[in-house]
């Protein structure tokens, strides 16, 4: 960066350009942006980020980010608790929130299975997984803020690639022996998609998942 720039202004469109999807370009036109807008709308972000840290916490059950200990969606007593969906990152369950259909609770796994990148199943919340579906396939089920449940299915909602099918198959493994049933979200064809330009495996995918029309 050149020192045509103020330093403040060089500092800040460095750390821009480390954020994911933030190219040195676009750090620019974020810097400037700043620079020209009003204090007190840069006070407000500053506030917002700073607020990322300090009222941020895990929800030591589903592993999502909450403002408090169990998150929303674990407290609920109008969501199914004995159906757990499993995804790999938290925006994940917010595109599965947002479709307004799912009852159950989540299960974050914040990552998934990479040997390449030295991501395996310690680096990842699978232990805590099994351990909530052991508690919960009990007779008395899982216990949580003075009631008992039962966990009845997990569904794996991993991505549709080889690290995702690799997390799926290596969860499906580890909760084999629980009375629970393990399923797989259905992969295929999408929307507006032309079957013409669909690769071999989406088509498979297609064709073994089909259902009643």
Not at 91 to 116: C, N, Q, T, W
Not at 118 to 142: A, Y
Not at 179 to 193: E, N, Q, S, W, Y
Request: charged letters at 30%.
């Amino acid at each position: 960066m050149t020192n045509f720039l103020p330093k403040s202004i060089r500092t800040l469109i460095e750390e821009f350009s480390r954020l994911p999807g933030v190219g040195p370009k676009s750090a620019q036109r974020l810097a400037m942006h700043l620079l020209r807008s009003p204090r007190d709308k840069i006070e407000s972000l500053g506030q917002a980020v700073t607020g990322l840290k300090d009222d941020i916490v895990f929800c030591e059950t589903c592993w999502n980010i909450a403002e408090k200990n169990p998150c929303y969606v674990c407290d609920n007593p109008s969501r199914d608790k004995s159906l757990i969906c499993v995804v790999e990152e938290i925006l994940d369950a917010v595109a599965i929130e947002k479709m307004g259909e799912f009852s159950g609770v989540y299960h974050v796994l914040h990552g998934r299975l990479s040997p390449v990148d030295g991501i395996g199943p310690d680096q990842l919340k699978i232990v805590e997984l099994v351990k909530r579906i052991e508690n919960g396939s009990k007779d008395d089920g899982e216990f949580s803020e003075g009631k008992s449940y039962k966990i009845n299915e997990v569904i794996l909602a991993t991505n549709p690639s080889l690290e995702g099918e690799a997390t799926a198959l290596y969860i499906q493994k580890a909760l084999i022996g629980f009375d629970v049933k393990v399923t797989r979200i259905a992969r295929g064809l999408p929307v507006g998609g032309d079957v013409e330009y669909a690769d071999e495996i989406t088509l498979m995918r297609a064709m073994k998942g089909r259902g009643d029309f």
